[in-house]
């Protein structure tokens, strides 16, 4: 009777882990906890550990690090993807709007609401060398903001009068539409923006007085509810000399109906 072999045991060595390839169990945990959470969510985070604010027209640029908005954008396109599924919009086979989520979500961030985003403009200051205390008016400077009730354009336009101290900074005539524009670039109401703007502009170049007009179409009038084409918003902030010399206050705005 032949005898029968006996397969030999196959031996299956377990390699051994090398000291430096094993992560600590904390690096590990972290990186478990921070999987799969949304980038909104991150930055969120850290605003609030801070206790401040993030209203539609505050500005967050601190919170937000090198290359996150990149994948800001990412994330809006993915959920703006899930707003026109909602509306019963055929994305897929539909050329006009296939690429649609990604286009409003780049507007989003990085053109119609960066002032949200974007750190404030570099604002260079000269000294009042002359001395010049003789009023001044920069505009109209164009506007182009967005109402944070309806996300509805606000298009318009601003002037601002400045009435300068012999001590006052001066900034060029170009960097107070780049702070106007910095500032516009948010979703939020008229009201709030102008007293912004007056806010910075008094803290920035110390003046005697500010003035600022704003005359804006505002969309969600005209595009959805009354729709009412002609109508429109024209207000005022006045500080320092133009609150309490009528005669300065009305040649600033005697001088605005000539432009």
């Known amino acids: 009777m032949p005898t029968k072999k ?6 299956v060595k377990t390699p051994v882990k090398k000291a430096s ?16 959470t949304p980038l909104s969510v991150v930055i969120r985070r850290r605003i609030e550990a801070q206790k401040a604010r993030f209203h539609a027209n505050d500005n967050i640029s601190k919170f ?37 989520s990604q286009r409003v979500a ?19 200051k000269f000294p009042n060398v002359s001395r010049l205390n003789e009023l001044m008016i920069i505009g109209p400077i164009t506007v182009r903001s967005a109402c944070s009730h309806h996300l509805c354009p606000i298009m318009g336009r601003i002037w601002i009068g400045v ?9 060029g005539l170009s960097k107070y539409s780049r702070l106007t524009e910095w500032v516009m670039c948010r979703p939020q109401i008229q009201e709030e923006a102008v007293v912004e703007l007056a806010d ?19 969309f969600c009038m005209q595009w959805r509810g009354v729709k009412d084409r002609d109508s429109k918003m024209v207000n005022s902030v006045m500080r320092g000399a133009f609150l309490k010399d009528s005669n300065l206050r009305r040649e600033f705005l005697s001088l605005l109906e000539k432009r």
């Open 21 to 36: 390839s094993v992560k600590p169990a904390n690096k590990v945990a972290a990186k478990k906890s921070d999987a799969g």
């Open 163 to 171: 009435l300068p101290s012999k001590e006052s900074a001066l900034i």
């Open 6 to 11: 006996i397969p030999a045991k196959t031996v």
């Open 200 to 218: 910075m502009l008094e803290k920035k170049i110390k003046p005697i007085g500010v003035a600022i007009v704003m005359d804006a179409d505002h």
């Open 106 to 124: 780049k507007m989003f961030v990085k053109e119609v609401f960066n002032g949200r985003y974007i750190e404030q403009p570099t604002l260079t």
């Open 64 to 100: 937000i690090q090198p290359g996150e908005l990149e994948g800001l954008v990412d994330e809006v396109a993915e959920k703006m993807q899930a707003v026109l599924e909602s509306l019963v919009i055929d994305t897929e086979s539909d050329h006009n709007t296939k690429n649609t």
